[in-house]
């Protein structure tokens, strides 16, 4: 991949126009004549942390970007423009007062808010402002991105309190009681959505695994009225598979740590007991606060039952015990043991080895699980949505996994980055394009940028009629016994014509390797089509179908019925499932006014101010904001 310091020198002074003759001499000319440039601007380095906006560093290259980020985060300023983009450096500690109500309120009633320090206040201010001029696009859209730990679950909570503060309905209604506050509930909904769909891993104490979309409701008078949430992709295998040293959800470590002698009773939920699925569970987290979970869910309306329900059912399968899920004992190790195969209308009983039991087992948890986060997304939803009739326009906040290349990639780093290679062409699509065009629109002189079209690279993960999701999908519904290998040399045969797409002939692994706009990234393709497919067997839905457990017996009820309306629901495998999805969020982002912030980890390990260039140039260059400048 071409570094951005060598892009930088070959658009030098060109606009981005290629070097035509491209003769040595005038590169090293260039180069020369750039080196000296770069001296130049580092020179004065008292100066660096001055630049709030990079794209008015001159010259703009790797270097001197990485010098003004440092110079800034060592003087404790944390935000910078970049162009469109707001960078936002993690500090790893909290700064008094920068997030106070009165900055909040300094921000909000600013006549030129962009005048003051780079903040992200400046961005939800902005968006704010946008959507009471009434100009089209009126609805917002605030996408922060960034890798793991980078600190995109913070700033969202940060947008959050801001639009809860700045456009607070309840504090013209004096009479109302706090907790029915709207206000309230939608903040509320975020430590209950982190205590079950947050983890401790080792790139972040306190990292989601689920991306999600919330719309902020506004009604006529700006006013926030209420909120919906969009879940994506939670990472449901962590419940009975946790990478090594790292943790199962917070839930279960909140409510192992937490639960007072008169819950422990009523769940029948012994104190200091071990559990195979709840590994480091000695590592203290601020985040394992079960009683502020518990308060948020009340102020939600999830009264104490049904917390006990929710509870029990949570503690009785990590105890994976049967008959505590509120089935009977025999009927679930049949339904564990046993596989029923269907021949037409016969149906045929195969026993299972002891490790497809497992597999079983494990199948159980990870539905139960990922049901009932659904079900808990629909309730805070039913909880803080306003009515359509109240609310007009809404301001979207978007937090979604930043790009991923892992040692060993599979099916989730695979929709994880193309979730992230649409939304780089969302942004090039409409900033650089609209800027560009302004620029002609208004005869300035301007230079022609040349940026990455990833359309290609789409095409191969997504295209009609053969791209890799199609081939993974035709691959599931042969209902075969899945081979790597194979599905190596087909994914081989029907895209190499597709200049993204590679295969190390030396490796011994079935692989593909994507070169996406960030880098290169080799997914194993072991597992792949299992994971797509995602099975559930049959039997044990009907199992849980018969549940005593109300809360169990609901939520399974309500699957069935959906499995009757649409035939073949189960089939939807994982990459069209989330395809869709994605595709709805694009078309919402479309019709709203983008904003972008993306999200910086300064260190792999989460030291407080500590800056290291390799970790921020990795950074920069897997973003959208390296096509801003
Ligand atoms: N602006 C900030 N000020 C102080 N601390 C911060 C800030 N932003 C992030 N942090 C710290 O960094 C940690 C990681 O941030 P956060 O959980 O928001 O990352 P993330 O990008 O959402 O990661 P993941 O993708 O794993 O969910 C936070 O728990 C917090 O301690």
Redesign the pocket.
């Known amino acids: 991949m071409i570094s951005a310091e060598e892009q930088s020198r070959a658009e030098y002074k060109h606009g981005g126009r290629e070097v035509k003759g491209n003769s040595k001499k005038v590169n090293q000319s260039l180069n020369e004549s750039l080196d000296g440039e770069i001296q130049a601007f580092l020179i004065d380095e008292d100066q660096l942390h001055t630049y709030d906006d990079l794209t008015k560093v001159n010259p703009v290259t790797q270097t001197t970007v990485l010098k003004c980020l440092q110079a800034r985060y060592s003087m404790k300023v ?1 935000y910078t423009h970049a162009g469109c983009t707001l960078v ?1 450096l ?6 008094p007062d ?1 997030y106070s109500l009165d900055v909040m309120k300094e921000y909000h009633c600013a006549p030129q808010p962009q005048e003051f320090k780079p903040h992200i206040f400046i961005v939800a201010e902005e968006a704010y402002r946008n959507l009471q001029g009434q100009m089209e696009p009126v609805n917002q859209s605030l996408v922060v991105s ?10 969202s909570r ?1 947008l959050m309190k801001y639009y809860a503060t700045v456009a607070a309905s309840s504090s013209v209604v004096k009479s109302q009681d706090t907790v029915d506050r709207i206000e309230r509930r939608v903040l509320d909904s975020n430590p209950i959505m982190e205590a079950f769909g ?1 983890a401790c ?1 080792l ?6 695994r689920f991306g999600k979309y919330i719309q902020l409701q506004l009604d006529r008078s700006q006013l926030l009225v209420g909120a919906s949430v969009q879940t994506y992709l939670l990472e449901k295998t962590r419940v009975a598979c946790q990478p090594a040293k790292e943790r199962n959800f917070h839930i279960f470590y909140q409510m192992m740590k937490g639960a007072t002698d008169e819950q422990r009773k009523e769940w029948r939920m012994p104190k200091d007991q071990q559990f195979v699925w709840l590994p480091n569970a000695e590592k203290t987290l601020e985040e394992d606060c079960f009683q502020e979970t518990l308060e948020a869910m009340v102020h939600l309306g999830i009264n104490a039952e049904k917390q006990g329900q929710i509870f029990k059912v949570r503690y009785h399968f990590l105890q994976r015990a049967a008959g505590l899920l509120g089935v009977p004992v025999d009927e679930l190790l049949a339904c564990l043991r046993v596989r029923t195969l269907k021949a037409g209308k016969q149906s045929v009983l195969k026993p299972c080895s002891q490790s497809e039991c497992s597999v079983r087992r494990d199948c159980l948890a990870k539905l139960i699980y990922a049901q009932l986060f659904e079900w808990l997304v629909t309730f805070i939803n039913n909880s803080i949505c306003a009515d359509n009739s109240i609310w007009c326009n809404f301001i979207g906040l978007l ?1 979604v ?2 790009f991923e290349c892992f040692p060993v990639n599979n099916l989730e780093q695979l929709c994880i980055n193309y979730a992230n290679e649409k939304l780089q062409q969302h942004f090039v699509a409409h900033y650089l394009r609209a800027q560009q065009e302004e620029y002609v629109s208004e005869g300035l002189e301007w230079s022609f940028v040349k940026y990455q079209d990833n359309q290609n690279c789409l095409d191969l993960i997504e295209g009609s009629p053969t791209s890799i999701f199609s081939l993974l999908n035709e691959e599931c519904r042969l209902n075969r016994v899945s081979d790597a290998k194979k599905f190596r040399g087909r994914l081989e045969k029907e895209l190499c014509d597709n200049a993204n797409i590679s295969w190390d002939k030396y490796s011994q692994e079935a692989h593909f390797t994507v070169a996406h706009y960030a880098g290169k990234v080799n997914y194993q393709i072991d597992g792949m089509m299992e994971k797509n497919k995602d099975p559930v067997p049959r039997e044990l839905i009907a199992l849980l179908q018969k549940s005593e457990n109300p809360l169990l017996h609901q939520i399974f009820a309500d699957k069935d019925t959906e499995n009757a309306k649409s035939k073949g629901l189960s089939k939807v495998t994982v990459v069209s499932k989330f395809k869709n999805s994605l595709e709805s969020l694009m078309k919402i982002l479309h019709t709203t006014t983008p904003h972008y912030t993306r ?1 910086i980890k300064p260190n792999p390990d ?1 030291k407080p101010l500590t800056f290291q260039k390799e970790e921020v140039a990795s950074s920069v260059l897997h973003t959208a904001i390296w096509t801003d400048f």
Do not use: H, V
């Not at 960034?146 to 700033?155: F, R």
């Not at 790139?203 to 989601?208: A, C, E, I, Q, T």
């Open positions: 944390f936002a993690n500090p790893f500690q909290p700064i920068l960034g890798e793991s730990g980078a600190g995109k679950t913070w700033t940060c947050n891993t790139r972040n104490n306190n990292s989601s937090d996994y930043g999200c989460c």
